[in-house]
């Protein structure tokens, strides 16, 4: 008796529970919608929208039955048309099509295999429903629809395989949350799936009756001689705890941004961390920089600096390149201890220096069999590229700005040792050319008075004898006289003809009588007649007279180019070009020698420098001018000489 009172008031509020059923589907629906405009990086998050479509179009289903048993129950409202329960159906498998898409997509993520046919599925059920659908207009009686039998294709073709699929979804999902640690959200996800395994039996397979099996056995009305109480209760319960668990499961969104936050966090720790010792690094780096000029120190200094304390640099090198050479060649390599052994030599760094040092850009290289990678960056200063520095390193490396300001810093440094040592050089070189100079002069000063004793002093002697003999015969026999006149007057004009040649030696009057030139022109045809060699003299561009101290210099240099050619060059040919522009004079002295390596000449070696090409250098420098020297063995030697004058 109680048990009928219950179903009876039951049955009698069934509106109120189409309510709450509806209300717990829509609440599901937007609590999950309000999750989906998360960023995340979980599988789960690109489903969701499917959920969250279910649920709203579900609730609006049953609240769609809801106000259908209201308006039954009110006399003066029409009966409700057949193809109003059509759309109604159409509806109601729009909100199954959600949920199978919603388990699909989540499959689809899960599963190892990821097989991509799960994506298909859902629209694959559509057409086996659209086709079910079809054969029941087919079969029902004419003006009749199939309204019963149509709903529960609906259950059957729609609704009962993708609350399986979704169930296969949220186990898969809750193994997923697992292996990532989050098993409290596991369980929720077990709770979820056995939620929709009673929603699937509740709602989907008990439900109105039909002529076919399942539903002719298993329906509604069934369950209610059963069980005495209404199969829409259950499905609310079902329903409601499904919406708790689903709800429960969004919490997750919350520990994944807490969890990213607390991994960006540490990213950020470590980040300044980096930073820190990246700027540690740059400004010991910097200040070892500055306290040394000297290359060899200031270049062993630095790499211990970045093999020790950058990382993951495991070794570092310094290639320079040598313009006497034309080469870029190794200056110093330094690798953090214990790297030694399998570091591999400087093959691949090697080729990664060339390739920055021609590209002036950064070059990569990789070692296949050691794991070693090399980033080579040019050492630019001034605009030009000097050297490359070169990075061995096993690990990802990223912050290129720090080794771009480190080379840059490294650049200036070695520009400046660089400046240095050839101050100390020329100092040097200065020193000995003086010593040389002094030396020269003493030389030039017993030569000229060694001349002037051994020939001008013989002659004038020999003049004052034959003066003295004149003096004696000329009263006794004149016609004698008249002959030893004669012979002294030919010996006068022979010490004349000496002093104007040993004067020439020092300093032509042709080049400040008549100007760098003819003075030019007058020593190489001297030079061609006494060295057997043929010199040609070429003048280009408009003459004009120079400054003394430039035509000086050009004179000794053409001068000196010639006697070298004379001495070592064992040439056939030589030319000399003067070349007059608006700005500068041009002096170029070729031949076709035998040459030489002009680097070995010009070195930093004592016992092989050319002092005469030195002087010529320190001549050039004293009047702004440039000197340049190209020789190879075999192929000859031109030096050229360029000076800025006014206009």
């Known amino acids: 008796m109680a048990m009928n009172e219950l179903t009876a008031f039951l049955e009698s509020n069934l509106i109120f529970i189409y309510f709450v059923y509806g209300l717990a589907h829509f609440v599901m629906g937007l609590a999950v919608a309000l999750e989906t405009g998360r960023t995340s990086q979980l599988q789960l998050s690109r489903a969701l929208p499917f959920l969250a479509a279910f649920g709203i179009t579900h609730g609006i289903n049953e609240w769609v039955e809801m106000f259908s048993l209201i308006a039954a129950q009110i006399p003066s409202v029409a009966q409700e048309p057949g193809w109003a329960e059509m759309l109604k ?33 859902p629209a694959l059920a559509i057409l086996i429903y659209l086709a079910g659908m079809f054969a029941l207009f087919l079969r029902a009686l004419p003006g009749m629809l199939p309204e019963g039998p149509a709903a529960m294709w609906t259950n059957y073709a729609l609704g009962v395989p993708a609350s399986l699929i979704t169930v296969l979804a949220l186990l898969a999902q809750r193994r997923a949350f697992l292996r990532e640690n989050l098993p409290q959200f596991g369980r929720d996800f077990v709770g979820a799936a056995l939620a929709i395994t009673w929603y699937c039996l509740l709602d989907q397979i008990i439900d109105d009756s039909a002529p076919f099996f399942p539903a002719n056995i298993l329906n509604a009305d069934a369950f209610l001689r059963a069980f005495g109480l209404p199969v829409e209760i259950f499905r609310t319960l079902t329903v409601t705890a499904l919406a708790f668990f689903i709800i429960r499961t969004m919490r997750v969104f919350e520990v994944e941004c807490a969890r990213r936050l607390d991994v960006a966090n540490h990213a950020r720790f470590e980040a300044q961390e980096v930073a820190k010792r990246e700027l540690t690094v740059m400004f010991e780096t910097c200040r070892l920089l500055g306290t040394s000029l000297d290359m060899n120190q200031l270049l062993d200094d630095f790499l211990n600096q970045i093999v020790a304390w ?27 201890p214990g790297f030694e052994p399998t570091l591999p030599q400087a093959e691949c760094s090697t080729h990664a220096a060339e390739r920055a040092f021609e ?20 050492l630019i200063s001034q605009s030009k590229t000097i050297g490359v520095l070169c990075l061995a390193h096993r690990t990802a490396f990223s912050n290129y700005a720090v080794i771009h300001t480190l080379a840059r810093q490294l650049g200036i440094a070695l520009e400046n040792a660089q400046l240095y040592g050839e101050v100390q050089e020329k100092e040097q070189l200065r020193g000995q050319l003086l010593k040389r100079t002094v030396a020269a002069q003493e030389e030039e000063r017993k030569r000229i008075a060694r001349e002037l004793h051994d020939e001008t002093g013989q002659l004038l002697t020999a003049l004052g004898v034959g003066l003295g003999g004149v003096e004696q015969t000329i009263a006794q026999d004149p016609e004698r006289a008249q002959y030893q006149i004669s012979e002294l007057k030919n010996m006068t004009m022979a010490t004349i003809d000496s002093l104007r040649q040993f004067v020439s030696d020092l300093r032509p009057t042709v080049l ?63 030319t000399v070009r003067l070349e007059f522009a608006e700005a500068k004079v041009s002096l170029a002295v070729e031949d076709d020698g035998r040459g030489f390596v002009v680097a070995q000449v010009l070195g930093a070696q004592p016992q092989r420098r050319a002092w005469g090409l030195l002087g010529i250098q320190e001549r050039i420098e004293l009047v702004g001018g440039k000197f340049t020297m190209e020789s190879e063995p075999g192929r000859g030697t031109r030096l050229v000489v360029e000076i800025p004058i006014e206009g």
């Open 359 to 378: 590209t002036s850009e950064l070059a990569y290289e990789n070692e296949t069999h050691s794991g070693v990678s090399f980033v080579s960056v040019p």
């Open 89 to 121: 159906l159409a509806w109601k498998a729009l909100s199954f099509f959600f949920l199978f898409a919603f388990g699909a997509r989540l499959l689809l993520q899960l599963i190892p295999e990821q097989k991509r046919w799960l994506r298909s599925l």
């Open 512 to 574: 400040d009588d008549l100007g760098l030139v003819a003075a030019l022109r007058w020593f190489a045809e001297q030079y061609a007649e006494r060295a057997k060699l043929q010199v040609d003299f070429q003048v280009v561009g408009a003459k004009r007279r120079l400054a003394s101290q430039v035509e000086t210099v050009l004179f000794r240099i053409a001068q000196e180019g010639l006697n070298n050619i004379g001495r070592h060059a064992l040439a056939t040919r030589a």
């Open 310 to 336: 950058l990382d993951p640099v495991v070794g570092a090198a310094v290639y320079l390149y040598h313009p006497a050479e034309r080469k870029l060649k190794l200056q110093m390599r330094r690798v953090r």
